[in-house]
């Protein structure tokens, strides 16, 4: 159903955004910045593209994942970011991260990671989500079970963009009386 994706980035410009583990959370990209190429740590290498789904290896329960949602060819990701791509067309990108974010999945994954030996609770594509059962109905009731999703995170999605927008446009008001009071 979805393969883990890791290719280097081309780092064919000078500046590029990098996203590391701590930035993002639940579903959310923490900025927007662009960063100079040599001044950024070295494992930022992997590239990005629209319909991606990221996803942390390190402490599942810090809920560090986002889709992708936006041509992302200025993007690059830390080595501890698993990149999924959806292989076949029988689920949709949110199918795949609506089961992949479930809660439940969510604290299976981590009492994997806390089995394992090593600096942090980790957990890898191959021992934790590669063979994963996946249970997938027949495909009319696949097909709408998709849409369903896709519809809902979609509007999930629009309404956080908004809210950020409105509290972005909220303290911009904010400053601009702050310096009319003075």
């Keep these: 159903m979805i393969e883990s994706f890791s290719k280097t980035h081309s780092f064919k410009k000078d500046k590029l955004i990098f996203f590391n583990t701590s930035d993002i959370l639940d579903g959310e990209f923490l900025h927007n ?5 040599n001044e950024m740590p070295g494992q930022a290498k992997k590239q990005i593209r ?11 329960n810090n809920k560090r994942f986002a889709i992708v949602r936006i041509d992302a060819d200025d993007y690059l990701v830390s080595t501890k970011l698993m990149v999924l791509r959806i292989k076949n067309e029988t689920c949709s990108t949110y ?10 999945f969510i604290t299976e994954l981590q009492h994997s990671a806390e089995g394992k ?8 594509f191959e021992e ?10 027949d ?4 097909q709408i079970w998709n849409r369903i999703l896709d519809s809902s995170f979609d509007l999930i999605l629009s309404n956080k963009d908004e809210n950020r927008k409105l509290l972005e446009f909220t303290n911009l008001l904010l400053s601009k009386l702050a310096t009319i009071d003075n």
């Excluded at 910045?33 to 190429?37: F, N, S």
């Excluded at 629209?50 to 599942?60: A, C, N, Q, V």
């Excluded at 199918?95 to 439940?104: A, C, V």
């Design 139 to 142: 495909n009319r009731i696949e």
């Design 50 to 60: 629209k319909g991606d789904i990221l996803f942390s290896e390190i402490r599942p």
């Design 117 to 124: 030996s090593g600096t942090f609770p980790q957990i890898t």
């Design 33 to 37: 910045d662009y960063m100079e190429i």
């Design 128 to 137: 934790d989500l590669e063979k994963k059962p996946f249970l997938i109905a």
């Design 95 to 104: 199918r795949m991260y609506h089961f992949l974010t479930e809660e439940s």
